[in-house]
């Protein structure tokens, strides 16, 4: 951990605390629902994007719907992707896993939930000096040595102590609301110097420094870090590496390595948590969201491929979250039959969602609409 009193560690804290809870207050709660969902997705593209594999959105959006591709290595990628999305969304639900997001019990859970997704194909790694295969065992921690680049990792004797002094270190009650942040930026470097797993630790420390952000209250499902970290991934990794150096002298820290050096990869990882919680406020304003829906829905409704009135009903999903079908005619003046094809058309495109033919409608943001509604989101 930087040192207790590191200012400019300390400021990025409390300004993601603040804006983060600014964005969460600018959506109906219903619509964030809505939003959770497309940003899980495309924080599995830009995970994906880091380990290298270039996943189309629109891939992991046919995947997510269980229509996989007939090419194997696209469709390992499709159920790659879709295993991500499960487990964070586990993680966004809360659903019954261990606590907290830095201890061994969570780390582990979250490796063997993502690798039992996967293919047998994606659970074999070769090793690059022997060639020879040797199968990932979700949840296991590796039981050989390794190398990452110029990095060598711990011995596999020694990963049992590691990860519970990890545990010790980041997942400390005593710590502060802001001490825990800077905490989340630490144990994302140092999750990936002990790399515990035989493969998938990338993955598995992104996952986990989103529920840790999560966790303090500071994460949401509405917006990425991963995204962050992959458009400025030659800074990441460099950081990376640089906090993996030796200390510089008796003025760096009192640890083997670096102190400095794992100050500016903090400061680099919550500057982009906050680049991103002000991208996604500013993608996520009513008034400019609103804006820019009516200009899609208007270039639809020229080409006939929406009926009119249909922006007066994503205007007031948006704003109200839930939407009651049986309100729908006097809203937007019209017969019951008219209201009746107007949802059924925004419904068939996915711009409109619910759990039954008779449930609220709330507002959905399906693939064909993401780069005019959301402009920048992916590449």
């Excluded at 990628?77 to 993680?91: D, F, K």
Aim: net charge neutral; proline share 6%.
């Amino acid at each position: 951990m930087p040192a207790e009193g590191t200012e400019v560690l300390e400021n990025l804290a409390f300004d993601l605390a603040r804006e983060a809870s600014d964005l969460s207050a600018q959506l109906h709660p219903v619509v964030r629902l809505s939003v959770a969902e497309l940003v899980r997705s495309m924080n599995c593209y830009y995970s994906n994007l880091i380990e290298g594999h270039n996943t189309h959105p629109r891939d992991i959006d046919r995947a997510l719907a269980g229509d996989y591709s007939a090419d194997p290595d696209k469709r390992d990628l499709q159920l790659e992707a879709r295993a991500h999305i499960e487990v964070q969304r586990m993680i966004d639900a809360r659903t019954d896993f261990p606590k907290p997001p830095a201890s061994r019990a969570f780390i582990e859970w979250t490796h063997r939930e993502f690798c039992a997704r996967l293919p047998e194909s994606l659970l074999v790694v070769e090793n690059p000096d022997t060639r020879e295969c040797l199968r990932v065992v979700p949840g296991e921690l590796r039981k050989r040595g390794v190398a990452v680049g110029r990095h060598v990792p711990p011995p596999a004797q020694d990963l049992s102590a590691f990860m519970d002094r990890f545990e010790q270190a980041y997942a400390s009650e005593r710590l502060t609301k802001p001490r825990q942040a800077i905490a989340a930026a630490a144990a994302h470097h140092r999750l990936l110097w002990i790399h515990p797993f035989l493969d998938g630790n990338g993955r598995v420390t992104r996952l986990m420094s989103h529920a840790m952000l999560l966790d303090l209250g500071v994460g949401s499902a509405l917006w990425s870090i991963s995204r962050g970290l992959a458009r400025r991934s030659t800074e990441y990794k460099r950081l990376l590496t640089a906090a993996d150096d030796p200390r510089k002298g008796d003025l760096d820290g009192r640890g083997a390595l670096s102190q400095g050096a794992l100050i500016d990869f903090c400061a680099f990882f919550l500057g982009c948590c906050l680049d991103q919680i002000r991208y996604m406020r500013e993608l996520l304003e009513p008034s400019e969201l609103l804006r820019r829906i009516d200009l899609y829905v208007r270039d639809e409704e020229d080409a006939e491929r929406l009926p009119k009135r249909s922006f007066a009903l994503l205007r007031e999903a948006l704003l109200s979250g839930d939407l009651e079908r049986g309100k729908v005619p006097r809203l937007i003046d019209v017969s019951e039959r008219t209201a009746r094809r107007v949802i059924s058309a925004l419904v068939e495109k996915k711009m409109l969602v619910s759990e039954s033919h008779k449930a609220p409608l709330r507002l959905g943001f399906p693939i064909d609409v993401v780069e005019r509604w959301f402009p920048r989101l992916y590449p």
